[in-house]
């Protein structure tokens, strides 16, 4: 284990941000219009991380959300970004028509609630690109394709070693919203109680489906909740406003046949949820939509190792002893999107008033 840096010896230095999801973001963007100077890493092509947008490039307009579906505002800090996404036009209501499928009553009831729901517009990805973007014109840095493999303490200041062997920094504090156990392996090493903290904050595994089919699954409806099944959430893309008109859903697993399929090959995972689906179809007799899943106009499975924190912590953010290293996310104080946002505007906070220097 190394010795504690002490970060303010080096206050002027900027915050290290690991990861480009909302926690990331929401962090580095309470930082940049605090004035501080910080630098986001994120191993990925793009930011957003699960919150997430998958465009078929040889199809031009055939975009799924295969993360996150939507989202939901408790909050009265939330509630503020959430409006600014309003505002800014990307994000908006979804007015879905959500149905729940019971194993006992066997047919799609429509599920009558008062909940609002959001999306990112045109896809989920939407919100975590406005968030970079505003960091950015704030003067903080985003990296894309920059994956963090070991955060490295040297002359009293943090470090971080990027994939490709460079090493980056001084920096005064590193803030790490990796999923949990990806972060356990970078913070471990310099904090004993933040790794161990980390190694203990389980995430369910989801595979989801993108899948295109004529006819469509179930007209009438936008989302379904499917309880007692391996199978658990089907939503209609083309529902959600600004995307394209065609008859594509995103069909998640329930984490305990997503678990149990785990390290299948992605086109494997396809055909094993499609059968789930033909399966489930045929037993609420829709017999021409099941037939059409012999063959879809597209199927690919995505494999999620980490999507949702099987219980998050009531802390939005932990602490190194040494003060410098801080764990966010959505396994803080979330789950979900409002949570990781939460997490990681309280981690952005608890730099700006804690570390010294600038202004
Ligand atoms: C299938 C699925 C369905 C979901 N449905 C919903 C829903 O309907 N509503 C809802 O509110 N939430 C939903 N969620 C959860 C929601 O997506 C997450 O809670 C939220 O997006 C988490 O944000 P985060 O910033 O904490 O983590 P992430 O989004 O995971 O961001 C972490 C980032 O860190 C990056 N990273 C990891 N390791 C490194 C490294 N070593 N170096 C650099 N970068 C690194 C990752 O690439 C990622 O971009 C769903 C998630 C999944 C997967």
């Known amino acids: 284990m190394s010795e504690p840096y002490d970060y303010t010896t080096t206050s002027d230095a900027p915050v290290a941000v690991i990861g480009a ?5 929401s962090c580095a963007k309470v930082l940049a219009s605090h004035g501080r100077a910080v630098t986001v890493f994120e ?16 199809e031009p307009g055939a975009r799924y959300d295969h993360g996150a579906q939507y989202y ?20 908006a209501l979804w007015s879905a028509r959500i149905g729940v499928w019971e194993p006992s009553q066997r047919q799609l009831a429509v599920k009558t609630d008062a909940q609002e729901r959001y999306i990112g517009t045109p896809g989920m990805s939407a919100l975590g690109r406005h968030l970079a973007d505003e960091v950015r014109a704030q003067g903080g840095s985003v990296q894309y394709e920059a994956a963090v493999i070991a955060i490295e303490g040297r002359q009293q200041a943090w ?7 460079s090493l980056h920094g001084p920096y005064r504090a590193v803030v790490c919203t990796a999923p949990a156990a990806q972060a356990a392996a970078l913070v471990g090493p310099h904090a ?27 007209p009438e409806l936008d989302g379904v909740f499917v309880n007692e099944h391996a199978l658990s959430w089907l939503a209609r893309e083309v529902s959600k406003p600004a995307r394209a008109a065609r008859n594509q859903w995103v ?31 045929i037993d609420q007799g829709r017999a021409a939509a099941a037939a059409a899943l012999d063959r879809p106009a597209h199927a690919v499975a995505h494999r999620w190792r980490y999507s949702i924190p099987a219980q998050a912590r009531a802390e939005r953010y932990a602490v190194s002893s040494c003060g410098s290293l801080l764990l966010a996310g959505d396994a803080h104080g ?8 939460l997490s990681g505007a309280a981690a952005g906070s608890h730099c700006v008033s804690h570390l010294g220097g600038k202004p």
Do not use: N
């Not at 997503?258 to 179809?281: N, V």
């Not at 979330?334 to 990781?340: C, H, N, S, V, Y």
């Open 21 to 25: 999801g909302l926690a990331g973001l």
């Open 43 to 58: 191993k990925a092509r793009g930011p957003s991380g699960r919150c997430a947008t998958r465009e078929q490039r040889a």
């Open 72 to 91: 939901t505002v408790r909050s009265q800090s939330f509630r503020a970004q959430h409006e600014h996404w309003l505002a800014h036009g990307v994000s």
């Open 159 to 165: 470090h971080v070693r990027l994939q490709d062997g």
């Open 192 to 218: 004993i109680d933040l790794g161990q903290l980390a190694q203990s904050l389980v995430a369910h595994p989801c595979w989801a489906l993108m899948l295109e089919c004529e006819p469509d699954l179930a």
């Open 251 to 281: 069909v998640q697993a329930a984490p305990s046949w997503s678990t149990s399929h785990l390290e299948l090959e992605a086109d494997a995972a396809a055909r094993a949820m499609l059968r789930l689906l033909q399966e489930w179809l």
């Open 334 to 341: 979330g789950p979900r999107i409002e949570g990781a946002w």
